[in-house]
């Protein structure tokens, strides 16, 4: 039987594709056959620097992954901070494509976190946090929102941490996840009677490249992990995002979230697809029912944020 792809003729920029959720996001764009347009700064000739120094992912890498799942993949690399860099990209997709149907801003802090009261906290690293995880998201919607607002359509997907408005464990990492929802919220007002979507989605506990790394497993025996810490078994692959993603590109009434934000777990209790293994994780549940199990998950989490790559390698 042939495989449904929805968004077969779809445009998409997944900014911040290089690896974790971006990674997993793009892909399962192309698994529902989107053109994806992956974007990021490490390539095979631009190598990670600063935070995710050593890690061997490129953008090229994961577009090669969208060609794989069925859908087209296009790496161009991009400081999104930079934004005649980014005006360069959306022109480039007009010229390429003469359309852009959905965007998912999933770039990151991209610093190691001082887990400290915030009156302890170096300034100059937290400004830099909040300008790479939140400027360079307002830089790109910026310039790819006119694409959409011209053809009155169109979805924007800012990637979160977390459902509700708990605090996240420290200021500048809590106003970096919170600010993003934030932003889908404004944007979709000024969006609305244009009839393009933007609204924020939240994975749960990913196994991304470097959460495998730390608990010394792979995906293929990543149950192991729960000996470490029992909420491992409650993780999700940064796939079970991504097809959260593709759900809401493919629904036609997707406008009616705008401004929303929305969870990979509830949108898969909505839509009804699965992890790539077939199962279905809740990190949402899992979380809210054991209070020693929220303090394990968050200890863990925690750890695997904050040091830099060669501690966690």
């Known amino acids: 039987m042939k495989k449904k792809r929805p968004l077969q003729g779809k445009v998409a920029l997944v900014a911040g594709a290089t690896r974790g959720a971006g990674r997993g996001i793009a892909c399962m764009l192309g698994e ?16 990670a620097t600063g935070f995710y120094m050593g890690r061997p992912e490129t953008i090229e890498e994961t577009a090669e992954m969208v060609n794989r799942y069925g859908g087209t993949g296009i790496a161009v690399r991009t400081d999104h901070l930079v934004p005649e860099q980014v005006e360069a990209l959306t022109g480039r997709i007009r010229a390429e494509q003469a359309a852009l149907d959905i965007l998912v801003n999933d770039i990151s802090e991209g610093e190691t976190h001082e887990w400290l009261p915030f009156w302890k906290l170096d300034l100059d690293k937290g400004f830099r ?4 995880a939140l400027h360079s998201h307002i830089v790109t919607a910026r310039y790819a929102a006119p694409l ?9 997907v800012e990637i979160g941490d977390g459902d509700t408005l708990d605090y996240r464990a420290t200021l500048f990492y809590d106003l970096a996840k919170v600010s993003v929802s934030r ?27 470097g959460i495998l790394e730390h608990f010394g497993v792979s995906e293929a025996n990543w149950r192991e992990g729960a000996k470490k810490d029992p909420a491992f078994l409650h993780s999700e692959t ?39 293994d077939g199962s279905r994780p809740d990190w949402g549940a899992s979380f809210d029912c ?17 040091q830099p790559q060669e501690a966690r390698a």
Do not use: N
């Open 183 to 209: 932003l889908a919220f404004a944007m979709a007002e000024d969006l609305r009677q244009h009839r393009v979507a933007a609204l924020a989605v939240t994975p749960g506990f990913m196994r991304t490249e």
């Open 238 to 276: 940064p796939f079970f995002v991504g097809r959260a993603i593709a759900a809401l590109a493919a629904d036609p009434r997707a406008l009616r979230k705008s401004g929303g934000l929305y969870s990979s777990w509830g949108l898969a209790r909505e839509y009804g697809f699965t992890d790539v």
């Open 32 to 47: 529902a056959g989107a053109t994806v347009y992956c974007s990021g700064r490490s390539t095979r000739g631009h190598p």
């Open 148 to 156: 959409m607002v011209e053809r009155r359509r169109g979805l924007i």
């Open 129 to 132: 946090m909040l300008r790479s």
């Open 290 to 306: 054991d209070q020693s199990f929220r303090r394990s998950s968050k200890t863990g989490l925690r750890w695997v944020i904050s």
